[in-house]
């Protein structure tokens, strides 16, 4: 049994002028309207938020999402949390209460409000997405979780720092070209990879060796929204339904250092799987979303994928594969390097990213003729790893 | 389709020198032993947790859980969160989960570290359960949200305060005595009514208006645990398990004064709901663990169950009903007001509670020919409410 997608939302991605309580309602109540489904029907909802506690003082945010609309009155609301995967695991659970006959109809937000902190605010919550206790505390950040994987990566396979530099770059300057397209982008930018690389060390600091600024995504307010319903009664009641043909989870330990910083080990399992379950390879694929919260995570999802083999990723940069108007365009949205990573909201943001690209509806560059696509949405440094895959 | 309890676990409650991380993995793996189903088994992880990263800086604590065992690695764990009600939260996912063949084995756990904030840290973090912008930001506590059910029930029937205080005093000396007997409660006290009533101010101070520190629930460390199947395959493996006959989750507005303040509106909505299903009425329950995290919670949960008649909950406190040895124990166990409340647990806790009764080896008091059993778990100021039937 599979779900589908008949209704979505997207909101603006960026510093809004919006409250955590906005987002939620405002997502929920336009993916209904989009979806055509009665609000009486709703049978459950889920959102995915990853710190409200954290950024807004609002943990227990959920049963805010009734204020959508009067009829969703006593609809049981849940909110999943797994750090930058909350979206993800908030579509998990909508699947199955789906597939289990709980509800026949489900709405799933994502939403996340992070520039109610400043900068350092921000980065402190965001490091509760660590193993607190041994990362966290002793003062590990985010982009220094992934610049254990970019110092990994280049010494299991001997690059050098100017090679390494240059492919991450690429990957910027591919992301920040693809929001050019996204009208909901945070940071469309007109650039190419030589421009990051010369930027002078005001413009683009060291954030984490070796990361810097342009490594970085960004720090994002947004929301996104689907309704689920049964594949086979999406069919009845939609003549544009998109198909999630198979959604994997899987979970790693919370401590990078008892994983591989080189690759995205769980990561790898759960695209494995998603392909399996999907019936589909990895030449099937005609786009994918990734999570490249750093330059360096999409190099490793390109390897994750399939879609280069392992140290091989920087050599498909610039070939025409995951360039839009290539063989498997990836973040052809502009992914959270441009588009914004609103983090409890990313996965919903992916999921709905895909469905209108499989709708022929795209948000940004429309890939003509997409029937297959993907998604990649990790949590932590990697301990929460989604794949899903999207099928017209 | 039905889900069993095949295995259960449950820490003592108080204030313990375990992490959060301890109590995860503590819990988990005795969950596991006490099954007898192998770790490889175990197709996801569910873990309820309020505040984590309120309490102890540590979100994303579900891929902790992998560390409970080697065989756990990459199977999925995900975090659930619905305030005081999130470990029931946790056992809606998993039963969804097994019921839509997801998994075949899934792993729950309810945890909560919260004496690693002072009490005024506590009642902050607590707060955020509450909606933040009209209530906590403008200085509404729980004991005061409470203290207007308090409020709103005396004023519509017309109680006298003198009245309402001893009813009371009743349900929290009748919870302290039941916790002489669970030797995991935080605070068995030998007492009855008049002793608290009796207390001066300075040992049983104002709160919040009419609900004195002796009406309040614990701050509490503590973790609980189930492994669960579904019902044909637990019937094959196990000689002791016990059926959850239905579980229903209702949501009301985060805010309370969109709601009545004098009843559980959404939570006697999920009773009724889960009677049905289970196809029982109030009359066949052998027992009930109900959420009296302030005492006027349990004389609520009385009319929602329909143990009494709305405004009549006073009236069978004494009669041999509700307490140990009457028709339908209520908190047998000490309830939350005696053995303990940590958060996120509560509801995995009242689940294995309910399921040892029906094993007949109860925590605590044994009731003698338990058939069946209901808990009612609550989150925030009753927006999130869970109602579960468990059956031998």
Redesign the interface.
Same mark, same amino acid.
């Given at each position: 049994?599979s779900v589908s997608i008949i209704g979505t939302s997207h909101t603006e991605f960026g510093r809004l002028d919006k /409250?955590i !309580?906005d987002l939620v309602e405002e997502t929920g109540k336009r993916a209904l309207e989009d979806s055509k489904v009665d609000a009486e029907k709703i049978g459950g909802?889920w959102l995915g938020n990853?710190?409200a506690?954290?950024f807004?003082?609002?943990?227990?945010? $959920?049963? !805010?999402a009734?204020?959508i609309d009067p009829e969703l @009155?006593?609809?049981?609301?849940? @909110?999943?949390?797994?750090?930058c995967a909350s979206g993800s $695991?908030a579509i @998990?659970?909508a699947?199955? $209460?789906?597939? $289990?006959?709980?509800v026949d109809y489900a709405l799933v937000i994502g939403a996340e409000k992070m520039t109610s902190l400043d900068t350092k605010g921000v980065t402190k919550?965001l490091a509760?997405? /660590? !193993?607190?206790?041994e990362e966290?505390?002793n003062g590990m950040t985010f982009p220094g979780l992934f610049a254990e994987y970019a110092k990994g990566y280049k010494k299991r396979y001997g690059f050098e720092e100017d090679e390494l530099r240059e492919n991450l770059a690429k990957i910027a300057a591919k992301n920040h070209q693809n929001a050019l397209e996204n009208p909901l982008a945070q940071m469309p930018w007109d650039c190419d990879y030589q421009e990051i690389l010369d930027l002078p060390d005001d413009k683009n600091p060291m954030i984490a060796p070796p990361l810097r600024l342009y490594d970085c995504s960004l720090i994002t307010d947004g929301a996104a929204a689907l309704v689920l319903t049964r594949t086979d009664k999406a069919k009845k009641i939609s003549d544009n339904s998109v198909e999630i043909a198979s959604l994997v989870?899987?979970?790693? !330990?919370?401590a990078l250092d008892k994983r591989s910083n080189s690759e995205f080990v769980?990561g790898k399992?759960a695209i494995e799987k998603a392909y399996e379950e999907a019936n589909i390879s990895v030449d099937d694929l005609d786009f994918a979303e990734v999570h490249d919260c750093f330059t360096i995570a999409e190099l490793l999802a390109y390897e994750a994928l399939g879609l280069a083999e392992d140290g091989k990723g920087g050599e498909i940069l610039g070939e025409g594969i995951v360039e839009v108007g290539g063989k498997t365009p990836v973040n052809a949205s502009g992914g959270l390097k441009a588009k914004g990573h609103p983090v409890g909201a990313t996965g919903v943001s992916m999921a709905v990213l895909a469905a209108r690209q499989l709708m022929g509806n795209a948000i940004g560059h429309q890939i003509e003729g997409a029937k297959t696509g993907i998604t990649f949405n990790i949590?932590?440094s990697a301990?929460?790893n989604y794949a899903l895959v999207f099928k017209k």
């Open positions: 049994m /409250s !309580y909802i990853f710190s506690g954290g807004n003082d609002q943990e227990h945010l $959920a049963p !805010y009734l204020n @009155r006593f609809t049981p609301a849940t @909110r999943v949390e797994n750090a $695991a @998990r659970e699947k199955n $209460a789906l597939e $289990a006959g709980e919550v509760m997405a /660590s !193993y607190w206790e966290g505390a989870q899987t979970s790693d !330990y919370l769980a399992k949590g932590g301990a929460s």
